[in-house]
């Protein structure tokens, strides 16, 4: 590609480097950078007396920077059901969209393979399983030159494929149950339901199913059983003390029921006190969270990362658990 300044009579087919002011029938007209220079444009140009042009001309093997991004974000969106739009391209950018509010997901690798192809293609996209709303800009594809090489667009195009993708957030059927005790603040109660019930809306569920009982095994066992027949997806509980072993009252309701206790604790602070178990009924899994304190606040924290995923039907390993740790302290 020639890049420089060349004279304006034998700048046809150029793309300009930057924008320029110039007059046309007396007004004032902006031209923008990126505008290839026409034959009118060129006779403008002559008109007022610029001389000299700066530009870019891409040599027979290159590709113009919106063809470049627009070609790539055609093939980085899955092929099946990706729930992103690709916007027009400007200006060497394309940008992907969600169709949907739920997560992104990808992987983190492929994404670093995709940027490593060439310095000329810069993509950068929202965190790994991040929350989007619909309609919200999820990731960016950008040229950093004015064209870029067929065989590194191809290389691009290769790698690229079914990178991005948002899982959409599910109707679940949400219990939440609140353990008591003599000091337990009627307050306390009303202020968790409230924040539980935002935390979810901002997911599409609007009604969930509160309960209160003893924090007790016996009571909570009742609760959960009730919850279970009640064909529930989730079960959120909040006891009167975070969950701090895995012989606390809670896990050893789950237990005593024939839950099966899948992870206590995870590296994301706020958050750390977390259980999750699950209880299977017929080929029903049902998901059992134990809260912290922290999710008695709507600031986001590691509740939020784990219910964005049970609400987008997405497994949850210990492995992933792990994986939040980086970029854990919120």
């Not at 924008?19 to 008109?47: A, F, H, M, P, R």
């Not at 200006?91 to 492929?110: E, H, K, T, W, Y």
């Not at 989730?234 to 006891?239: A, E, R």
């Amino acid at each position: 590609m020639f890049f420089g300044e060349v004279k304006t009579e034998s700048s046809l087919g150029g793309i300009l480097s930057s924008s320029i002011e110039i007059y046309k029938n007396k007004n004032k007209i902006k031209i923008s950078k990126g505008t290839v220079i026409n034959k009118n444009l060129l006779d403008l140009l002559l008109l007022n007396k610029v001389e000299r042009i700066k530009c870019a001309k891409l040599d027979d093997d290159e590709i113009d920077e919106n063809s470049a991004v627009y070609e790539i974000s055609k093939k980085i969106i899955t092929s099946k059901k990706s729930n992103i739009k690709t916007q027009e391209p400007k200006n060497g950018r394309c940008n992907l969209v969600s169709s949907v509010d739920g997560i992104i997901i990808f992987q983190p690798n492929q994404l670093l393979s995709i940027n490593s192809v060439t310095n000329d293609i810069g993509i950068a996209s929202l965190k790994a399983y991040s929350k989007v709303k619909k309609n919200q800009v999820v990731a960016s594809i950008k040229a950093i030159p004015f064209g870029i090489k067929q065989n590194y667009l191809q290389d691009l195009i290769n790698i690229s494929k079914n990178c991005f993708k948002i899982l959409p957030f599910q109707k679940k059927n949400v219990h939440l149950i609140q353990t008591t005790n003599q000091n337990t603040r009627a307050k306390i109660l009303e202020k968790t339901l409230e924040v539980t019930k935002y935390r979810l809306s901002s997911c599409g569920i609007n009604k969930i199913i509160e309960k209160k009982c003893s924090h007790e095994i016996k009571s909570i066992c009742e609760q959960l059983k009730k919850s279970v027949n009640e064909d529930a997806d989730i079960i959120l509980i909040f006891g009167t003390s975070a969950i701090s072993d895995i012989n606390d009252t809670i896990p050893q309701s789950i237990i005593h029921i024939n839950g099966t206790i899948l992870r206590l604790g995870m590296p994301v602070e706020p958050g750390n006190l977390i259980l999750l178990a699950d209880i299977k009924i017929s080929k029903k899994h049902i998901s059992i969270i134990g809260m912290p304190g922290c999710a008695r606040s709507k600031k986001e924290n590691g509740v939020d990362w784990i219910l964005w995923r049970k609400l987008c039907d997405l497994k949850i390993s210990s492995e992933d658990i792990n994986h939040m740790g980086n970029g854990g302290l919120l």
